[in-house]
């Protein structure tokens, strides 16, 4: 996926991990975990399928593919 960096992204993936190095591997390369629909800005910075984002007050790596412009619709639910 081409990614316009003037468009908001957001994860499209149960849960990923926020990487401090674009690897595959997690391990002891987590930066933080983050959820499907969570907002992710990208930077400029990009490396092979990876691309560096801003998300949750944090700058880290994720792959492309985990991304999506559609964002997702949030129901919360309240009871008494």
């Known amino acids: 996926m081409a990614l316009d960096l003037n468009e908001p992204y957001f994860i499209n993936e149960r849960d990923v991990v926020l990487r401090r190095k674009p690897i595959d591997s997690a391990k002891n390369n987590e930066v933080n975990h983050l959820l499907i629909g969570d907002y992710a800005e990208c930077t400029s910075r990009t490396h092979g399928e990876w691309v560096e984002?801003?998300?949750?007050?944090?700058?880290?790596?994720?792959?492309?593919?985990?991304?999506t412009n559609n964002r997702f619709l949030e129901i919360n639910l309240v009871v008494n």
Not at 53 to 67: F, I, Q
Request: overall charge positive; glycine content about 6%.
């Open 53 to 67: 984002v801003n998300s949750r007050n944090d700058t880290g790596w994720l792959k492309k593919e985990w991304l």
